[in-house]
Nanobody, 125 residues
């Protein structure tokens, strides 16, 4: 059974940091790229960041570039999203998903095959 388990969310003050984890099981970790998405109430889902399984290339939304860092630990089948300098507008449910980074953040994105349940991130001002 394919599972992606996101964790690490919480409540933090603006300027603070959180480190999200996405534990992957049920398929070859090297077979899929892993991405993070977020969705705030009343807003469309946003593609936040993605890491390629083939060459480790990383992709970021303009809104988080320079503040968020995606990384992977292949030995633990886990992908991390280190979020620094958090802003109230970062408040959302964050989801990890497995699929493709190709075309990340554009209409040409190849898409994701598997999704995990989200973790809530709340940034207070």
């Amino acid at each position: 059974e394919v599972q992606l388990q996101a964790s690490g969310g919480g409540l933090v003050q603006a300027g603070g940091s959180l480190n999200l984890s996405c534990a992957v099981s049920g398929f070859g970790f090297d077979d899929h790229d892993i991405g993070w998405f977020r969705q705030a109430p009343g807003k469309e889902r946003e593609a936040v960041s993605c890491i390629s399984s083939s060459d480790g290339s990383t992709y970021y939304a303009a809104s988080v570039k320079g503040r968020f860092t995606i990384s992977s630990d292949n030995a633990k089948n886990t992908v991390y999203l280190q979020m620094n300098m958090l802003k109230p507008e970062d408040t959302a449910v964050y989801y990890c998903a497995a699929g493709w980074c190709t075309g990340w953040g554009t209409q040409y994105h190849y898409g994701m095959d598997y999704w995990g349940k989200g973790t809530q991130v709340t940034v207070s001002s």
